[in-house]
């Protein structure tokens, strides 16, 4: 090796132990709905920047009982804005972390095409046994849900039917399984690089439901930890947005 390389090599040694030294791991909650954008951009995130996203998927509502038990989550992306803003109030988050991330959209989806009108009216003549939900009481998809079938009227006829899921993520279970004909799902579950991905789809007029609004914020775990910033700070880059908007979301 002649002497001219020596320093060159020692730069790159440095840059390397530099960049190692600084990346992080953290643990970031997610909401179920958010799966598969999610899994990408922390894919990304830890291509761009040597930051490792560790992820836990689940309904926002049993994501906030796992925060205040002391769960060790450092940033939270749940399904609705009411979740962090409450953890806000409680002292749980980083100050002036949270923001809107995505903006869902509520689907009524059945794996057999044809089967769901683009008018959602199988819900009033349709022969189906099973209506799949998310439960209202833990999941903003879930509570859409409810507040849809309430505006149409229709509650209380389908109550008998409902198949509720935990989070949004076994919900879709139960209808790509059939176990379900048809449920309420979010449309990033069926939309992959802006195409449906089969079956039948009503989506739901965003005047029938609460705006579905998704907040993240920096937990007081990850306070002054240079990963969640990093991550938070990488939601809101283009290249984070466009994975986003082809799974269904607004912006």
């Known amino acids: 090796m002649t002497l001219r390389f020596i320093p060159l090599l020692a730069g790159l040694v440095l840059a390397v132990s530099s960049l190692t030294a600084q990346a992080g791991e953290l643990q970031v909650a997610v909401a179920a709905n958010f799966t598969a ?17 560790l992820l836990a998927f689940g309904a926002t509502g049993k994501l906030y009982a796992q925060i205040k038990n002391g769960a060790p989550f450092q940033v939270f992306l749940a399904a609705d804005d009411t979740t962090p803003a409450k953890l806000e109030a409680e002292g749980d988050t980083v100050p002036g972390s949270r923001f809107t991330y995505a903006i869902g959209t509520l689907v009524l989806w059945s794996a057999q095409p044809g089967f769901v009108d683009n008018q959602g009216g199988v819900l009033k003549k349709g022969p189906f046994k099973h209506l799949a939900m998310t439960n209202p009481k833990t999941a903003p998809y879930g509570a859409a849900a409810v507040a849809t079938l309430m505006k149409l009227g229709l509650l209380d006829a389908l109550q008998s039917k409902f198949v509720t899921g935990e989070n949004v993520s076994q919900t879709y279970q139960f209808v790509v399984t059939g176990n379900a004909e048809l449920g309420f799902i979010a449309l990033s579950q069926v939309m992959i690089d802006g195409q449906l991905s089969g079956g ?17 914020a920096i937990l007081a775990k990850g306070k002054d930890q240079p990963a969640a910033l990093a991550l938070v700070e990488y939601l809101k880059s283009e290249k984070a947005k466009a994975i986003i908007r082809s799974h269904g979301y607004d912006l």
């Open 200 to 216: 039948s789809t009503w989506i739901v007029p965003a005047d029938l439901h609460e705006a579905i609004r998704q907040d993240a």
């Open 37 to 53: 954008p999610m899994r990408k951009i922390a894919a990304e995130f830890e291509k761009d920047t040597g930051h490792k996203a």
